[in-house]
């Protein structure tokens, strides 16, 4: 298994630009979710989607959009970049939110809006 | 919204040593569950240990174990005969039994001197 992949691992985008981070997992996880990570900061959850076609707002989902038409893949878009969206992008997937539950990690995008 | 709080941004320990990483949050609910993940320098978090609220006995895995004080909102990782592999950003989360969101710490940036 590949576990979650997630792709570019880096980009630079100018202000205004729009892009598509790709995630996806092998694992046939029904839940996904997006986190951004500040420097100095904590994870926060943008999006995150319980099963295809299924997706919800985290913490902090303006300037993004999701989509969730495969169990397997769960990209984040970002229209119209902001320097306030350079961050460290993680994609997570997990089987179910029972005791038994673990969010298994992609290596994360690191993105730079200038 | 639930937060959590890792007071301490840097720590620091001797190989073969002990150290004890803190973490509080704050909620009203009685069922959820906590974690530690470990963030190495490859940056892809990693589950360390869990703790599931309604069990009283503390959760250990190998070298690290949790001391979970419920009534106080106390959540915090002993790392035992510390290791140079174990040098990362340590965050601790929370994830209420009703809810699909976690909620992550700032992180502990753990380094270990030889």
């Known amino acids: 298994n590949a576990g979650v992949t997630q792709t570019p691992k880096f980009r630079i985008l100018k202000i205004g630009q729009s892009m598509t981070l790709q995630c996806a997992q092998d694992?046939?996880?029904?839940?996904m979710y997006w986190y951004r990570q500040d420097p100095g900061m904590g994870l926060k959850l943008i999006y995150y989607?319980?099963?295809?076609?299924?997706?919800d707002k985290g913490e902090v989902p303006n300037g993004y959009n999701v989509s969730r038409s495969t169990t397997e893949d769960f990209p984040l878009r970002l229209e119209l970049a902001a320097p306030s969206q350079t961050s460290v992008y993680f994609c997570?997937?997990?089987?179910?939110?029972?005791?038994?539950?673990?969010?298994?990690f992609g290596p994360g995008t690191r993105l730079t809006v200038l | 919204a639930q937060t959590v709080t890792q007071s301490q941004p840097e720590m620091s320990v001797q190989e073969a040593e002990t150290v004890t990483l803190s973490c509080t949050y704050d909620t009203s609910e009685s069922d959820y569950y906590l974690f530690w993940y470990k963030q190495p320098p490859s940056r892809q978090m990693i589950l360390v240990i869990r703790q599931e609220a309604y069990k009283q006995q503390n959760a250990t895995e190998n070298r690290f174990s949790v001391n979970f004080q419920k009534a106080a909102k106390s959540f915090s990782l002993k790392i035992s005969d510390s290791q140079l592999g174990d040098a990362a950003m340590y965050f601790c989360a929370y994830r209420s039994f009703n809810e699909d969101q976690f909620y992550f710490g700032t992180g502990t940036s753990l380094t270990v001197i030889p």
């Open positions: 997570a997937s997990s089987y179910s939110r029972g005791p038994g539950e673990t969010q298994y």
């Open positions: 694992m046939n996880h029904n839940y």
């Open positions: 989607s319980v099963g295809a076609g299924i997706t």
